[in-house]
């Protein structure tokens, strides 16, 4: 991308127009990483929540050295809990292993079940098997929206040794654990699991059945 393209988004991330800005960080889509980061920073601090949410989000995909410490620092002490749950879910997005002690924290120590929610999610990104404890913690809790990120991210990290523990949960009334569940079991090839999904093939809801299906696609080209 041309300077003078540049040079036009960077005008535009200084609208007093909060569109403008939007529609400036979404053109930074095409633009390499060690570009947009300097203009995506100019609005990490924006008076308007959507700005600072899609600038949050950007540095997850534009990885440069810069972002990983930006994003921890956002998800240590930003006094806004929807800015921090971003936050966590761009540090995921990075898939930078040095993000991990960040993410645990902020599970254990945030107090907004949304930023747990996007740590955890954002563990199971980051594929490392030392998250297991801190997800087995999240599927038995008594939230939901926990236990889903769970099991999907057991799933993502190999835990092998949990499949008991997330097969429970082939019986659950929340078609979304049910969904979750079947999408996670596709990456183990065992024989509980290709039985479990066999079942879960079968269920009422066509979302669940599908994801079934595919997981049981999957192990059958990766074996």
């Given at each position: 991308m041309s300077t003078i393209n540049l040079a036009e988004i960077s005008s535009k991330l200084e609208s007093s127009n909060s569109k403008d800005r939007l529609l400036a960080l979404v053109s930074l889509r095409e633009v390499e990483a060690q570009d947009a980061v300097p203009l995506?920073?100019?609005?990490?601090?924006?008076?308007?929540?959507?700005?600072?949410?899609?600038?949050?989000?950007?540095?997850?995909?534009?990885?440069?050295?810069?972002?990983?410490?930006?994003?921890?620092?956002?998800l240590e002490t930003d006094?806004?809990?929807?800015?921090?749950?971003?936050?966590?879910?761009?540090l995921g997005y990075l898939r930078d292993i040095r993000a991990f002690e960040a993410l645990?924290?902020?599970f254990y120590e945030d107090t907004e079940w949304l930023v747990r929610f996007s740590a955890a999610v954002s563990l199971g990104n980051l594929g490392d098997i030392r998250a297991k404890q801190v997800l087995l913690e999240a599927l038995h809790s008594c939230e939901t929206v926990l236990q889903q990120a769970a099991i999907s991210?057991?799933?993502?990290?190999?835990?092998?040794d949990c499949i008991e523990e997330i097969l429970v949960f082939a019986q659950s009334d929340d078609w979304?654990?049910?969904?979750?569940?079947?999408?996670?079991?596709g990456n183990f090839n065992t024989e509980k699991c290709i039985?479990?999904?066999?079942?879960?093939?079968?269920?009422?809801?066509?979302?669940?059945?599908?994801?079934?299906?595919?997981?049981?696609?999957?192990i059958l080209f990766n074996s």
């Open positions: 995506i920073k100019k609005v990490l601090n924006d008076e308007m929540l959507p700005v600072r949410s899609m600038a949050v989000f950007a540095l997850g995909v534009k990885k440069t050295d810069e972002c990983m410490p930006i994003l921890v620092k956002l006094p806004d809990y929807g800015i921090r749950a971003d936050a966590a879910g761009a645990v924290r902020a991210a057991l799933g993502e990290i190999k835990a092998e979304l654990i049910r969904q979750r569940l079947a999408q996670s079991l039985s479990a999904l066999k079942f879960l093939a079968k269920d009422a809801n066509s979302q669940v059945s599908q994801a079934a299906n595919y997981s049981l696609d999957k």
